[in-house]
């Protein structure tokens, strides 16, 4: 499990620097944090 926290945190990083986002329902890319909440509200 030590190994995947890692790759979770080096992916956590990646996404932040990118200013992308990824729905973890409908795996859709959504540029910054306001829009996955507005799409998690509006599509979920
Ligand atoms: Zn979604």
Known sequence: ???F???LMR???YLQEK???KCN???K???GKDK???H???EH
Do not use: A, P, S
């Open 36 to 38: 996955l909440e507005e």
């Open 5 to 7: 926290g890692i790759y």
């Open 19 to 21: 200013k992308y986002k």
């Open 29 to 31: 890319t959504i540029q």
């Open 25 to 27: 329902i409908c795996n």
């Open 1 to 3: 499990m030590f190994g």
């Open 11 to 13: 992916l956590v990083d």
């Open 40 to 42: 998690m509200l509006k």
